[in-house]
């Protein structure tokens, strides 16, 4: 396919490089000249010098000729000019735009009133929040994501020297003792990612991604050691963007008691406007005696949603220095989120990486229902609805040949909605939604041999 990109930030070259490894053509229009280079040596992509709002500029650039837009610059207001310019020259093309305001609601509301086609509105903001939210009340997991419309989650959490899992095979799921099963579907070992197959031994210090179903995730938690918190009672917010701003408003709505530190003087008098119940401090949230006067050792939580990295890991790791079981980083950059791990913070949220698995999800489509990156991009979770006429339909896991790197996590009959967590025996009919495990290399021809047939999707590649 090939794609256009406004804005050559960090967030659209992390896009590219995934989308230029599974064999599109990419066209990135940037106004920085110096970026421009960077970009040049950085992919195998077309970078052109342009103004994302110039009519002229996108003509030079071929957009008529686009199968998909995607305007990620860090301008909303640029970002909009830039779609309406590609509904008018690219009008079939498939459109995505990153937008960073709360009110992405109502600009989806507005582009549909206007005719103007939007295929998807990228907020990973919201995802970031929501991921927080959920594991705020389990210090021991990372993550918790949701698979067909919930039935199935899945859970992330390093391994300690008396786990239950420790030394177990990993081929097939594993009973537990209330009922219910879990399957460890990814290790991730520093920065590779491993599919275990049956003879992998866990290590301390894994990272492992462990499938269940709905009804068996309070077991499953259980089973591998982890306890859950009845009540969240205090949480600490550094910095008081719009993340920080938000996730503050959902916790005063669970009735949490929230301390929200922001170093700039005019946006906490904003946060104490638009905050019924949370304490805005003007000061570093990131410095030492300031947590220590602030009692930070009673917070159940802290999170760091500053622009700075650095900031973000520092404050987290006084924390957790100081006492606090839970602490989780915003880090953009994405070789930082490994360091995260080996640091012993074994939650971070990223914004780029969110972004970057809207687009694919939209890219794909024809089958793809959700894509989910593990790790900093070692590893995909794929959620696909299987076609008819699909090679791996109607014959046992044990007789498909599946490209080296990927299993099978979890299978869902459209009839009955029953769930399967897969072993060797489990087969997979057309019309099932399955939930792949792929290393980041192997995705894209699993996702090829299973939806090759008369509707092959324009997107795969040939």
Not at 411 to 427: K, Q, T
């Given at each position: 396919?090939?794609?256009?990109?406004?804005?050559?930030?960090?967030?659209?070259?992390?896009?590219?490089?995934?989308?230029?490894?599974?064999?599109?053509?990419?066209?990135?229009?940037?106004?920085?000249?110096?970026?421009?280079?960077?970009?040049?040596?950085?992919?195998?992509?077309?970078?052109?010098?342009?103004?994302?709002?110039?009519?002229?500029?996108?003509?030079?650039?071929?957009?008529?000729?686009?199968?998909?837009?995607?305007?990620?610059?860090?301008?909303?207001?640029?970002?909009?000019?830039?779609?309406?310019?590609?509904?008018?020259?690219?009008?079939?093309?498939?459109?995505?735009?990153?937008?960073?305001?709360?009110?992405?609601?109502?600009?989806?509301?507005?582009?549909?009133?206007?005719?103007?086609?939007?295929?998807?509105?990228?907020?990973?903001?919201?995802?970031?929040?929501?991921?927080?939210?959920?594991?705020?009340?389990?210090?021991?997991?990372?993550?918790?994501?949701?698979?067909?419309?919930?039935?199935?989650?899945?859970?992330?959490?390093?391994?300690?020297?008396?786990?239950?899992?420790?030394?177990?095979?990993?081929?097939?799921?594993?009973?537990?003792?209330?009922?219910?099963?879990?399957?460890?579907?990814?290790?991730?070992?520093?920065?590779?990612?491993?599919?275990?197959?049956?003879?992998?031994?866990?290590?301390?210090?894994?990272?492992?991604?462990?499938?269940?179903?709905?009804?068996?995730?309070?077991?499953?938690?259980?089973?591998?050691?982890?306890?859950?918190?009845?009540?969240?009672?205090?949480?600490?917010?550094?910095?008081?963007?719009?993340?920080?701003?938000?996730?503050?408003?959902?916790?005063?709505?669970?009735?949490?008691?929230?301390?929200?530190?922001?170093?700039?003087?005019?946006?906490?008098?904003?946060?104490?406007?638009?905050?019924?119940?949370?304490?805005?401090?003007?000061?570093?949230?990131?410095?030492?005696?300031?947590?220590?006067?602030?009692?930070?050792?009673?917070?159940?939580?802290?999170?760091?949603?500053t622009g700075n990295d650095d900031a973000n890991l520092i404050a987290c790791l006084l924390a957790r220095r100081f006492g606090v079981n839970k602490v989780v980083p915003m880090i953009n950059r994405l070789n930082y989120l490994p360091l995260a791990q080996r640091l012993g913070i074994n939650t971070s949220v990223s914004p780029r990486v969110k972004a970057a698995d809207a687009v694919l999800e939209l890219i794909r489509r024809g089958g793809v229902v959700s894509v989910r990156t593990?790790?900093?991009?070692?590893?995909?979770?794929?959620?696909?609805?299987?076609?008819?006429?699909?090679?791996?339909?109607?014959?046992?896991?044990?007789?498909?040949?599946?490209?080296?790197?990927?299993?099978?996590?979890?299978?869902?009959?459209?009839?009955?909605?029953?769930?399967?967590?897969?072993?060797?025996?489990?087969?997979?009919?057309?019309?099932?939604?399955?939930?792949?495990?792929?290393?980041?290399?192997?995705?894209?021809?699993?996702?090829?041999?299973?939806?090759?047939?008369?509707?092959?999707?324009?997107?795969?590649?040939?």
């Open positions: 396919m090939r794609i256009h990109f406004a804005g050559g930030g960090h967030s659209a070259e992390y896009i590219a490089r995934r989308l230029i490894r599974e064999g599109h053509s990419l066209v990135l229009m940037e106004r920085d000249e110096v970026r421009c280079r960077e970009l040049e040596d950085a992919l195998d992509a077309r970078v052109m010098v342009g103004s994302a709002t110039s009519i002229a500029d996108w003509k030079d650039a071929d957009l008529a000729k686009a199968d998909v837009f995607v305007a990620c610059t860090r301008s909303d207001e640029v970002n909009t000019v830039a779609c309406l310019i590609a509904d008018d020259l690219a009008p079939s093309a498939l459109k995505v735009v990153r937008l960073r305001t709360p009110e992405f609601d109502d600009w989806q509301r507005m582009f549909a009133a206007l005719k103007v086609r939007v295929d998807r509105i990228v907020h990973p903001e919201s995802d970031v929040i929501a991921r927080i939210l959920r594991v705020l009340s389990v210090p021991g997991v990372s993550d918790v994501r949701d698979f067909i419309d919930g039935r199935v989650k899945l859970f992330s959490m390093n391994v300690e020297s008396r786990s239950a899992v420790a030394g177990r095979a990993l081929r097939e799921p594993l009973e537990l003792p209330g009922g219910g099963a879990i399957k460890i579907c990814i290790i991730l070992r520093g920065t590779k990612a491993i599919v275990p197959m049956g003879n992998e031994t866990l290590l301390r210090g894994d990272h492992i991604y462990v499938l269940t179903t709905d009804d068996a995730l309070n077991d499953a938690l259980t089973f591998m050691g982890v306890a859950r918190r009845e009540r969240v009672g205090q949480v600490f917010i550094v910095g008081g963007g719009e993340v920080g701003l938000a996730l503050a408003r959902l916790l005063e709505t669970q009735k949490v008691s929230v301390k929200l530190f922001e170093r700039d003087a005019r946006r906490c008098d904003f946060l104490a406007e638009n905050l019924a119940g949370t304490l805005v401090l003007n000061t570093d949230g990131t410095d030492q005696e300031v947590l220590l006067r602030e009692s930070v050792e009673s917070a159940d939580a802290f999170i760091s949603l593990l790790g900093e991009e070692a590893a995909e979770a794929i959620e696909l609805v299987v076609p008819a006429g699909s090679r791996y339909a109607g014959r046992p896991l044990s007789e498909i040949d599946l490209p080296a790197g990927v299993r099978v996590g979890a299978i869902a009959r459209p009839e009955d909605g029953e769930v399967i967590l897969a072993d060797s025996g489990s087969v997979i009919e057309a019309g099932d939604r399955v939930v792949f495990f792929a290393q980041e290399s192997a995705a894209p021809r699993l996702e090829s041999e299973l939806l090759e047939g008369p509707t092959r999707p324009k997107w795969l590649p040939r």
